[in-house]
């Protein structure tokens, strides 16, 4: 552990802790942020309301939209001389979220990435290649002051460039890896064209994210890389990498939570969920100066782990490897349905990405869910009962994983429309007005 | 002995069975039997042609499922009961019948009964011991 005081802090204490931090918090956000006065207006609620961590919830929700909306600097709360780095996060539509840094949120960044790397076992032994992108996106820099926060030797490397990235790897005896982990399996593929055996490299962990992946990439990067491959989480609006990350345990990432509080929401009502239901993520920054966030709803689904204290120590709750985006979830009757459910559940059926298509419509009052499945060769079957069979077995599988009935539709291939060869996964023919 | 089948997965909509077969129509594959199984929402379209690989071909050029399927040929004698009588040799060697459709072979006016066994080598040995004439395949593709 990076600063087992705080990472290993008992709850009752990291309670106190968070529940003085988030007063100070509102203060700040509240005097100084036009935004955040406005908003707690609204809602009647005052600083002095919020008297410890359980008040959280009486305060507002802000969102990905409202950030915008206050394009470029309407969210911070400090006189811009005060302002030592902005970042901004790429918006697929419209204006970036800008985010700016105190010279103290620098420090607790890097904090919590330093923390991030130690959780793989990194020390100040070792030498970390930052293969995430260095620019406005926060994951090189913010990986770069993270290695350096712990004594390591920071290899700026940025993405791309692969041939030599594997070159000062093996040349320079690099020990810890940051980057997506697609990039890692394409450093893998690389290295083998160039015929260099990674696994006789010194790589000991990797601190892979900022794009979703699965346990079985996971197993897959291990299979070619000698290294614990971990999960971290983070996103510009609340800091840059390092607001969670798995430990050794590969159970769950530890949030950093005496920086960055969670809470678990119904994405359709915003009410708080109990630990180990599954919801949207939303995250207060309790100690950031420049752009103070409260409540910020991040559309990452996941759940907060409700299994008990991790063997490692930590005290940070965990986080499960995130499931999907708000902005996939179907409704359908009252229930949260996400397309990636759907995919699970055919995969496991054959062990291959089948193209699907889900339509939900409405019946008098009843939503109604079909799943259109195309039909491979692997699925194929000459006999009538077997397709039969594979229909009420996808079926079954469907109302056991998501508890909502689906009529199952098995259809020829290439029938399901693809927009740029990717394939469309929901026609909502609801009209919901 | 066995014959090849071609199977090939329909939706259950208007001019897909039309589509498919001119399909192979194009592709110059003559059509020697055929059988249709259908639900309510799909059909298994069941093909034998006189050029099974190059009907294979076209059909997976363009997008289709298809699987190939041995079946058996039999020859139904012409008299009443010669089917039942086929199926009591089956029944009496435990043998189960997947799916069966019939034709009339042009040459030999006779009855041509294609069945699909879920263990053709136990079917095959079992109706040639009851002395029951199988078409070998290169008669059923050139039928």
């Known amino acids: 552990m990076f600063n087992p005081q705080a990472e290993a802090m008992p709850v009752a204490e990291l309670r106190?802790?968070?529940?003085?931090?988030?007063?100070?918090?509102?203060?700040?956000?509240?005097?100084?942020?036009?935004?955040?006065?406005?908003?707690?207006?609204?809602?009647?609620?005052?600083?002095?309301?919020?008297?410890?961590?359980?008040?959280?919830?009486?305060?507002?929700?802000?969102?990905?939209?409202?950030?915008?909306?206050?394009?470029?600097?309407?969210?911070?709360?400090?006189?811009?001389?005060?302002?030592?780095?902005?970042?901004?996060?790429?918006?697929?539509?419209?204006?970036?979220?800008?985010?700016?840094?105190?010279?103290?949120?620098?420090?607790?960044?890097?904090?919590?990435?330093?923390?991030?790397?130690?959780?793989?076992?990194?020390?100040?032994?070792?030498?970390?290649?930052?293969?995430?992108?260095?620019?406005?996106?926060?994951?090189?820099l913010g990986m770069h002051y993270g290695a350096e926060k712990l004594g390591a030797a920071a290899l700026p490397m940025s993405a791309g460039n692969t041939e030599k990235q594997i070159m000062l790897m093996k040349d320079f005896g690099v020990t810890v890896l940051c980057c997506t982990p697609s990039y890692a399996l394409q450093v893998a593929e690389v290295a083998a064209q160039m015929g260099v055996d990674l696994m006789k490299l010194p790589l000991k962990s990797g601190n892979f994210g900022a794009e979703p992946w699965t346990e079985a990439m996971r197993k897959h990067i291990e299979e070619l890389l000698?290294?614990?491959?971990?999960?971290?989480?983070?996103?510009?609006?609340?800091?840059?990498?390092?607001?969670a990350n798995e430990c050794l345990e590969q159970n769950g990432l530890h949030v950093f939570e005496d920086h960055f509080y969670p809470e678990i929401i119904d994405p359709a009502t915003g009410d708080p969920l109990p630990d180990g239901q599954k919801g949207e993520l939303v995250f207060t920054c309790l100690t950031k100066e420049g752009v103070p966030l409260i409540r910020y709803r991040t559309r990452d689904i996941t759940m907060l782990m409700a299994d008990g204290p991790c063997p490692c120590g930590r005290t940070g709750r965990r986080i499960k490897r995130l499931m999907g985006r708000t902005d996939d979830m179907l409704i359908i009757r009252g229930i949260n349905v996400f397309p990636s459910q759907v995919e699970d559940v055919l995969v496991r059926i054959e062990g291959v990405h089948p193209q699907y298509l889900i339509i939900v419509d409405r019946q008098g009052n009843l939503d109604t869910m079909e799943i259109k499945v195309e039909v491979t060769e692997s699925l194929f079957s000459d006999e009538v009962r077997k397709l039969e069979a594979l229909r009420d077995k996808i079926h079954h599988q469907i109302k056991a994983m998501l508890n909502v009935s689906a009529k199952i539709t098995l259809v020829e291939p290439k029938t399901i429309e693809r927009t740029l060869g990717k394939a469309k996964r929901v026609q909502d023919l609801r009209k919901l007005t | 002995m066995k014959v090849?089948?071609?199977?090939?997965?329909?939706?259950n909509r208007s001019g897909r069975l039309a589509s498919v077969l001119k399909e192979v129509g194009r592709a110059g594959v003559n059509i020697r039997a055929l059988s249709l199984a259908d639900t309510s929402d799909f059909g298994i379209l069941r093909l034998?042609?006189?050029?099974?690989?190059?009907?294979?071909?076209?059909?997976?050029?363009?997008?289709?499922?298809?699987?190939?399927?041995?079946?058996?040929?039999?020859?139904?004698?012409?008299?009443?009961?010669?089917?039942?009588?086929?199926?009591?040799?089956?029944?009496?060697?435990?043998?189960?019948?997947?799916?069966?459709?019939?034709?009339?072979?042009?040459?030999?006016?006779?009855?041509?009964?294609?069945?699909?066994?879920?263990?053709?080598?136990?079917?095959?040995?079992?109706?040639?011991?009851?002395?029951?004439?199988?078409?070998?395949?290169?008669?059923?593709?050139t039928l």
Not at chain 1, 50 to 74: C, E, H, M, N, V
Not at chain 1, 77 to 83: K, M, Q, S, T, Y
Not at chain 1, 123 to 134: I, N, P, R, S, W
Not at chain 2, 75 to 104: K, Q, R, W
């Open chain 2, 48 to 141: 034998i042609v006189d050029d099974v690989d190059k009907c294979v071909k076209a059909l997976k050029d363009n997008g289709h499922t298809v699987s190939l399927t041995e079946v058996l040929a039999v020859e139904v004698p012409d008299h009443p009961g010669g089917l039942a009588g086929i199926l009591d040799v089956l029944s009496g060697a435990g043998l189960n019948v997947e799916y069966m459709y019939a034709f009339v072979c042009r040459a030999t006016e006779k009855a041509v009964v294609v069945f699909r066994f879920e263990d053709s080598n136990a079917a095959l040995a079992a109706l040639k011991k009851a002395g029951i004439s199988i078409l070998p395949a290169e008669t059923v593709y």
């Open chain 1, 226 to 243: 000698p290294l614990k491959a971990l999960d971290i989480y983070g996103l510009s609006e609340v800091a840059g990498p390092g607001v």
């Open chain 2, 4 to 11: 090849r089948q071609i199977s090939i997965f329909l939706e």
């Open chain 1, 16 to 140: 106190k802790l968070q529940g003085q931090r988030l007063r100070d918090l509102v203060e700040r956000a509240y005097g100084h942020v036009p935004f955040y006065r406005a908003r707690m207006q609204e809602k009647g609620v005052k600083p002095e309301d919020i008297r410890s961590i359980d008040d959280l919830a009486r305060l507002p929700f802000i969102t990905k939209a409202d950030f915008r909306d206050q394009y470029p600097f309407g969210m911070f709360a400090v006189p811009h001389r005060e302002i030592v780095r902005i970042h901004a996060s790429s918006g697929t539509t419209g204006k970036p979220t800008v985010v700016g840094y105190t010279r103290n949120d620098i420090e607790n960044w890097a904090e919590c990435a330093a923390r991030s790397l130690a959780c793989g076992g990194a020390t100040a032994d070792d030498t970390v290649q930052v293969a995430y992108g260095y620019g406005l996106f926060t994951g090189g």
